[in-house]
């Protein structure tokens, strides 16, 4: 389980973060709903439905995506179970049938939503941090080193954003002219995720009555009221309110309840219920935490390398954390700063959003900090405390120690490539996205002689309440490419060919994927739609099946020239978690794993370096390849 599942590429996507900057273009097609509650939902009830792809399309895509990854034996014994599958009277039609018939039920917006929620999130029992959770780590702010200064800033950022939000008044997001869901953000603000068995859900609170910040520091809770009298706290009180807690807190930690949120989501569950009945008071203190507008954590870390920030921000020391909110926002002594989020219900383009709109606005000076003066009436923060007990005492100390030998099993790291990015690929003619990707396949081919199952995420957001698809970036013509290229007697005119017909092959499943035709989802469709007293199809037993979806490398871009990180965990423990950017100059990718990986009985010391070093040789020699049929100004 990683970011990757629900993060989503937005390369292509047209998000006007400030008014005023759209320019005239074609209306879509989507219908605007006079009846809607505000501009951000116009198109929300005439987006169409996630649709189910007819079986065998689905199928034939399946049985090409897997052909590369199988021997001929192997295929053949896959190809005979997608016969028997979809033969008349097989268990194939009938699941189809059923899954139809979920689809069309006008009670269900989209069929997937619930199934995808419980089981890709909810019902996932490993921790949010590492597995779940993603970070994206800030660009320097040379106007406001000060930490406090710098988390005030943020602060007002982003409940700019919250009015828009919540007045639905946020310009609705395009892609290729059409509207996008805007549902998800709904879950944004004043939200948190809350533990329970066999499956945790979501509190909403109200936005409008919720005016609070929570500020964590030295594992202490603060709370922060950002409205006094009727109006919200300027940039210089927020600033002023949040040095009071970092004098107040002082240099002795308190006792880390925010490390309770770090364990499996069953001990979670079974702590919080300690926490709650030791004291009815700890119910009223978490209810604080779970509705605040957002976390900002004041870490006491300064971290310094990419490396370093990237793991801060990732996971920090779990202590100064409260994992379950969608919305943390870090900022550490150095003044160094980035973001963290929970993102069960919510993908990556709308926190990419936010965080942009932040950096952006703080950058280019368009967010109104307010007033200079700080009001003499204004109420300090106040601290707000567990009572604790010998039980809770023994959890917190169980709950660090679990989280430590967790961290502690995992490496980061990050290639900042600055070589070349989004404005040399395009005068090469490919695909931004598909160039990255196959530097990503180039990558691992020469680190471990083979191509191995891929997952790229695309969305599905152009559709109600779409989430995610599979883009499977593995592909008959990837591995041609990677193997033409890595063989010193082909000629470049050759490679090239290869290269081009990867992209092509890239792209077409990408474009099917975030049209709702991938197959990955459809799969998950029809294997719910099962009954529990039926046997599985042979289709879904098969290895093949297993194989060709266990991630050796979950990929996923979200790209902005305000972060200098972003990254989440892998997915599988013999993988890789690789995050990537594309930048008009540069290239990141955010390389995640097990300390010393094993991969099919291989152990990899130092693995997760030697990926990062791939990754850069990979990016130089398809730079070199593509130098040679361009124009002499297209060169280095």
């Given at each position: 389980?990683s970011?990757?599942?629900?993060?989503?590429?937005?390369?292509?996507?047209s998000?006007?973060?400030?008014?005023?900057?759209?320019s005239?273009?074609?209306?879509?097609?989507?219908?605007?709903?006079?009846k809607?509650?505000?501009p951000?939902?116009?198109?929300?009830?005439?987006l169409p439905k996630?649709?189910?792809p007819a079986?065998?399309a689905?199928?034939?895509?399946?049985?090409?995506?897997?052909?590369?990854l199988?021997?001929?034996?192997?295929y053949?014994?896959?190809?005979?179970a997608?016969?028997d599958?979809?033969?008349?009277?097989?268990?194939?039609l009938?699941?189809?049938e059923?899954?139809?018939?979920?689809?069309?039920?006008?009670?269900?917006?989209?069929w997937?939503?619930?199934?995808w929620?419980?089981?890709a999130?909810?019902?996932?029992?490993?921790?949010?941090v590492?597995?779940?959770?993603?970070?994206?780590?800030y660009?320097d702010?040379?106007?406001?080193?000060?930490p406090?200064?710098?988390?005030?800033?943020?602060?007002t950022?982003?409940l700019e954003?919250?009015?828009?939000v919540?007045?639905?008044?946020?310009?609705?997001?395009?892609a290729?002219?059409?509207p996008m869901?805007m549902?998800?953000?709904?879950?944004?603000?004043?939200?948190c995720?809350?533990?329970?068995k066999?499956?945790?859900?979501e509190?909403?609170?109200?936005?409008?009555?919720?005016n609070?910040?929570?500020?964590?520091?030295?594992?202490?809770?603060?709370v922060?009221?950002?409205?006094?009298?009727?109006q919200?706290?300027?940039t210089?009180?927020?600033?002023?309110?949040?040095?009071?807690?970092?004098?107040?807190?002082?240099?002795?930690?308190g006792?880390?309840?925010?490390?309770?949120?770090?364990?499996?989501?069953?001990?979670w569950?079974?702590y919080?219920?300690t926490?709650?009945?030791?004291?009815?008071?700890n119910?009223?203190?978490?209810?604080?935490?779970?509705?605040?507008d957002?976390?900002?954590?004041?870490e006491?870390?300064t971290?310094?390398?990419?490396?370093?920030?990237s793991?801060a921000?990732?996971?920090?020391?779990?202590r100064?954390r409260?994992?379950?909110k969608?919305?943390?926002?870090?900022?550490?002594?150095n003044?160094?700063?980035g973001?963290m989020g929970?993102?069960?219900?919510m993908d990556?383009?709308?926190?990419?959003?936010?965080?942009?709109?932040?950096?952006?606005g703080?950058n280019?000076?368009?967010?109104?900090?307010?007033?200079?003066?700080i009001?003499s009436?204004?109420p300090?923060?106040?601290?707000?405390?567990?009572?604790?007990?010998?039980?809770?005492m023994?959890?917190?100390q169980s709950?660090?120690?679990?989280f430590?030998?967790?961290?502690?099993?995992?490496?980061?790291?990050?290639?900042s490539?600055?070589?070349?990015?989004?404005?040399?690929i395009?005068?090469?003619?490919?695909?931004?996205?598909?160039?990255?990707?196959?530097?990503?396949?180039?990558?691992y081919y020469?680190?471990f002689?083979?191509?191995?199952?891929?997952?790229?995420?695309a969305?599905?957001?152009?559709?109600?309440?779409?989430?995610?698809?599979?883009?499977?970036?593995?592909t008959?013509?990837?591995v041609?490419f990677?193997?033409?290229?890595?063989?010193?007697?082909?000629?470049?005119?050759?490679?090239?060919?290869?290269f081009?017909q990867?992209?092509?092959?890239?792209?077409?499943?990408?474009?099917?994927a975030?049209n709702?035709?991938g197959?990955?989802?459809?799969?998950f469709g029809l294997?719910?739609s099962?009954?529990?007293n039926?046997?599985?199809?042979?289709?879904?037993?098969?290895?093949?099946?297993a194989?060709?979806?266990?991630?050796?490398?979950?990929?996923?871009?979200?790209?902005?020239?305000?972060?200098d990180?972003?990254?989440?965990?892998?997915v599988?423990?013999?993988?890789?978690?690789c995050?990537?950017m594309?930048?008009?100059?540069?290239?990141?990718f955010n390389?995640?794993?097990?300390?010393?990986?094993e991969?099919?009985?291989?152990?990899y010391?130092n693995?997760t370096?030697?990926?990062?070093q791939?990754?850069?040789d990979a990016a130089?020699?398809?730079?070199?390849?593509?130098n040679?049929?361009?124009?002499?100004?297209?060169k280095?």
């Amino acid at each position: 389980m990683s970011f990757l599942r629900n993060a989503s590429r937005i390369t292509r996507m047209s998000t006007p973060f400030r008014r005023g900057m759209a320019s005239a273009k074609p209306l879509p097609k989507t219908p605007v709903d006079p009846k809607a509650a505000g501009p951000m939902l116009r198109y929300q009830n005439n987006l169409p439905k996630l649709p189910v792809p007819a079986l065998s399309a689905t199928l034939q895509k399946y049985l090409k995506s897997v052909r590369p990854l199988l021997n001929d034996a192997e295929y053949q014994k896959t190809e005979q179970a997608v016969k028997d599958f979809e033969s008349p009277g097989g268990l194939g039609l009938e699941l189809q049938e059923r899954l139809l018939a979920r689809a069309n039920d006008p009670s269900i917006v989209n069929w997937m939503e619930e199934w995808w929620l419980d089981q890709a999130y909810m019902g996932y029992r490993d921790p949010v941090v590492i597995y779940v959770s993603y970070f994206f780590l800030y660009k320097d702010d040379k106007l406001r080193k000060l930490p406090a200064q710098r988390a005030a800033a943020i602060a007002t950022a982003a409940l700019e954003f919250k009015k828009e939000v919540v007045n639905k008044t946020l310009s609705v997001e395009m892609a290729k002219g059409e509207p996008m869901c805007m549902d998800s953000y709904k879950y944004m603000f004043n939200n948190c995720r809350i533990p329970k068995k066999p499956s945790d859900y979501e509190a909403i609170f109200d936005p409008v009555q919720n005016n609070h910040l929570v500020v964590l520091r030295k594992n202490k809770f603060y709370v922060v009221d950002t409205v006094h009298q009727g109006q919200q706290l300027s940039t210089s009180e927020f600033q002023a309110q949040f040095q009071k807690i970092i004098d107040e807190a002082g240099s002795d930690k308190g006792i880390p309840i925010g490390v309770l949120t770090s364990d499996n989501r069953d001990k979670w569950t079974e702590y919080r219920e300690t926490l709650i009945t030791a004291d009815p008071q700890n119910a009223k203190v978490l209810e604080k935490i779970e509705s605040s507008d957002f976390i900002i954590c004041l870490e006491d870390q300064t971290p310094f390398t990419r490396d370093e920030s990237s793991r801060a921000c990732w996971h920090g020391d779990g202590r100064n954390r409260f994992f379950d909110k969608p919305l943390q926002f870090l900022v550490f002594d150095n003044g160094k700063a980035g973001f963290m989020g929970e993102h069960s219900c919510m993908d990556g383009t709308a926190t990419c959003r936010l965080n942009e709109y932040v950096c952006d606005g703080l950058n280019r000076n368009l967010i109104e900090h307010g007033s200079p003066e700080i009001r003499s009436d204004l109420p300090s923060p106040h601290e707000i405390k567990f009572s604790v007990n010998d039980k809770i005492m023994g959890q917190v100390q169980s709950a660090a120690e679990n989280f430590d030998q967790l961290i502690n099993k995992h490496e980061l790291t990050v290639l900042s490539y600055q070589s070349y990015g989004k404005s040399l690929i395009k005068k090469f003619k490919c695909s931004p996205d598909g160039y990255a990707q196959m530097v990503i396949q180039l990558a691992y081919y020469k680190m471990f002689g083979t191509s191995r199952p891929t997952y790229e995420s695309a969305q599905t957001r152009k559709f109600q309440r779409g989430r995610t698809e599979t883009a499977r970036t593995v592909t008959t013509e990837s591995v041609a490419f990677v193997k033409a290229m890595e063989d010193p007697h082909t000629s470049n005119e050759t490679k090239i060919a290869a290269f081009r017909q990867a992209l092509k092959a890239q792209g077409e499943y990408m474009a099917d994927a975030v049209n709702g035709h991938g197959v990955d989802r459809h799969f998950f469709g029809l294997k719910n739609s099962l009954k529990s007293n039926e046997e599985k199809p042979a289709l879904f037993t098969d290895p093949a099946n297993a194989y060709s979806s266990h991630w050796y490398l979950s990929t996923s871009q979200l790209s902005s020239e305000h972060f200098d990180g972003y990254g989440w965990g892998q997915v599988v423990n013999d993988g890789f978690g690789c995050a990537y950017m594309i930048k008009n100059n540069a290239l990141q990718f955010n390389v995640a794993s097990v300390k010393d990986l094993e991969v099919h009985g291989t152990q990899y010391i130092n693995g997760t370096h030697h990926f990062k070093q791939a990754l850069e040789d990979a990016a130089n020699d398809i730079r070199d390849l593509m130098n040679t049929e361009t124009p002499s100004e297209a060169k280095l």
